[in-house]
């Protein structure tokens, strides 16, 4: 896939050329090769319309919902610089490409300080399920609440909340990175509650677990607990053993767990 969201196919096609190397070939046998090879050629030129058509559609398919996704800069895995992060567990990685997670409604984490490739890694991961023909949206925290707080004031948040669970995955960057809104952290996990089990999400934070009371600033907030069954967290510096902390330490930590957080009340 380009820069563009394009996506490129090669497609060899037999030529009159290839024919011609033929001419070697000499007698019944010559002439034998020659025209099926003539006929190979005109089949495939007559299938090039309807293939061409195909890649075109599918083309403009994943441009329109990258687009709608607000997935204006892509990322690719390929163009991650492993190297960069090496306590990054590479096939993991590429494990959670293949879209098990999205499959059974998971939510996975990505934390750390910032310039360690959180952004990368998750929109990369949200180019996956476009191409498969599944729905994505990316936003920021900030831009989230703010939607939602506009709905609110406007009396159509569950509207927009509904608008939010549609997508099969919805990926929200920067979770720590600007102060939430008084009440923000209220609406965050309305959604959050909302898409439990219908729908995965990918969460980027420069915070570690420990610390999301705090950015949220919400007693409620502040009584919802992190579950994490079957979960996977790891680092260099970090023993897969200990609880995610704060993430002000090198390196940062993936997590994906089949539940992001607990159910919780939010009234």
Not at 43 to 49: L, N
Not at 138 to 151: G, H, S, V, Y
Request: aromatic share 8%; with cysteine; glycine share 12%.
């Amino acid at each position: 896939m380009g820069a563009d969201g394009k996506m490129d196919v090669d497609l060899d096609v037999p030529t009159a050329g290839y024919a011609g190397r033929l001419e070697v070939l000499e007698g019944p046998t010559g002439r034998r090769v020659r025209s099926e090879a003539e006929r190979a050629r005109i089949a495939a030129e007559s299938v090039m319309p309807g293939v061409q058509a195909a890649v075109a559609r599918k083309n403009s398919r994943i441009k329109s919902a990258l687009r709608m996704g607000r997935l204006a800069t892509i990322k690719t895995l390929a163009g991650f610089d492993f190297s960069f992060q090496p306590s990054l567990d590479r096939d993991r990685i590429f494990t959670l490409a293949q879209l098990g997670f999205v499959a059974r409604c998971e939510v996975v984490h990505f934390l750390g300080p910032p310039g360690t490739g959180k952004s990368h890694l998750a929109i990369a991961l949200a180019v996956e399920p476009v191409k498969a023909g599944k729905s994505v949206y990316f936003c920021t925290l900030a831009e989230l609440i703010a939607a939602l707080a506009r709905a609110k004031r406007e009396g159509r948040l569950q509207e927009r909340i509904r608008f939010f669970c549609r997508p099969a995955l919805l990926v929200v960057d920067e979770i720590g990175y600007l102060p939430v809104v008084h009440g923000g952290g209220n609406l965050f996990f309305q959604l959050v509650n909302a898409r439990y089990e219908k729908g995965a999400m990918i969460l980027t934070s420069n915070c570690g677990f420990a610390e999301w009371g705090e950015v949220f600033g919400e007693p409620t907030v502040r009584g919802c607990r992190h579950s994490r069954p079957g979960g996977v967290s790891f680092d260099g510096d970090r023993p897969a053993s200990r609880p995610c902390g704060p993430a002000s330490g090198a390196g940062f930590v993936p997590f994906c767990a089949r539940s992001g957080f607990r159910r919780c009340s939010t009234a």
